[in-house]
């Protein structure tokens, strides 16, 4: 086997119970407080982590079993090692299935050439939510507000908003129908909903309005939580 060979499958990730066993070992190494292990701890994380390189190279080791005093030590504190390793699973699986890019806040479109162009250039995987509002109108604004709220909930979405007076259809898009919400992916319109906020109560939330977009099966799946804030949540 060349050398170019053998680097290349060291550099494999191992799937299967056999690679999560090396994965976790790995893992568990890795959020220990190093500074404060034995040193006799430390060698035996080391070689659980990685198994093919303590001196005997063979496939056979790299496979070999668990041993009791392994087994030990993973035991310690596992509940909250594993509540960890799980969520980094859960967050590489989340970012492997998303596609597209990311936006951050809501973006303010100045013009009706501007509408078109997010709707006709954006990523065909993108849904696209357009807020058609005008200042004074009753609900505009706090749908804005609910819409600056969304964006970290769901950053696949292109959040958009304008003006109606700048938008080259004033006289299409009336007081009597605003605010105006208008759902597009891969240029289609989806969802169109004139006076919106007739479908909300008196006073609503973002949450409400995630519900409206939600019972038409508008918006994508949620992002997976900061894993690292609720860990540490957890361990208070």
């Known amino acids: 086997m060349s050398d170019k060979l ?3 499958e060291e550099t494999v990730t ?19 407080d190093q ?3 034995p040193s006799a701890k430390k060698e035996l994380l080391r070689q659980m982590s990685s198994p093919n390189k303590t001196g ?10 668990i041993s009791v005093q392994e087994y030990e ?10 509540k960890k390793y799980r969520r980094r699973c859960m967050q590489e699986m ?3 299935l998303s596609f597209g890019p990311k936006f951050e806040g809501v973006h303010d479109l100045d013009s009706g050439e501007a509408f078109l162009e997010v709707i006709e250039k954006e990523h065909h995987s993108t849904v696209v939510v357009v807020h058609i509002y005008k200042i ?3 609900g505009c604004e706090e749908l804005n507000n609910c819409l600056d709220c969304l964006v970290s909930e769901y950053p696949t979405v292109k959040f958009c908003r304008i003006n109606a007076v700048t938008s080259g259809a004033a006289e299409r898009f009336r007081d009597e129908v605003l605010p105006t919400l208008l759902v597009y992916k891969a240029g289609e319109l989806l969802g169109n909903f004139l006076a919106c906020t007739q479908h909300l109560s008196e006073e609503f939330f973002a949450t409400d309005v995630e519900a409206f977009l939600n019972s038409y ?8 939580p900061d894993m690292e804030g609720e860990e540490e949540n957890e361990v208070e």
């Open 56 to 65: 005997d190279d063979s496939r056979g080791n790299l496979n070999r079993k």
């Open 35 to 37: 500074d404060n292990l």
């Open 94 to 96: 989340h970012e492997k």
């Open 6 to 8: 053998m680097d290349m």
């Open 217 to 224: 099966g508008l918006l994508p799946e949620k992002e997976v």
């Open 73 to 82: 030590l993973l035991k310690e504190d596992d509940e909250g090692c594993l």
């Open 14 to 32: 191992h799937t299967g119970p056999k690679g999560v066993i090396n994965d976790w070992r790995k893992f568990k190494l890795e959020s220990m």
């Open 136 to 138: 004074g109108v009753k």
